[in-house]
């Protein structure tokens, strides 16, 4: 495999784990941050907006996901998205931990 394929299985991972908080918030009726609010990353988008962006995140990650060539036989594949996985994760968990509830 090329670099260009590990790339790919990280962003995958970076987008699949992207998709759940948007499309969990949309989903229940609660408002929620997107890159598409007034304050762009601060403030709340609808639920409607939520549940759409969640399902590009998640259509973008299964593309990426056949782009990557992941599959159980491709340990560095499967490694690269549980990477883009956990720093999405983490990544998310900081920035959204001083938002009130």
Do not use: E
Not at 26 to 47: D, E, H, M, V
Not at 73 to 88: I, M, Q, S, Y
Request: aromatic share 14%; glycine share 10%; hydrophobic share 50%.
């Amino acid at each position: 495999m090329s670099w260009y394929h590990y790339l790919a299985c990280f962003f995958a991972g970076f987008c699949l784990a992207n998709t759940v908080p948007h499309f969990v918030h949309g989903i229940s009726g609660k408002s929620f941050r997107t890159p598409f609010a007034r304050l762009q990353g601060k403030g709340l988008s609808s639920p409607t907006v939520n549940v759409v962006w969640g399902l590009v995140n998640l259509l973008v990650g299964f593309i990426l996901l056949r782009v990557g060539l992941v599959s159980p036989a491709n340990d560095w594949g499967l490694l690269a998205l549980f990477a883009g996985v956990t720093f999405v994760s983490i990544s998310l968990s900081k920035a959204f931990a001083d938002r009130p509830q």
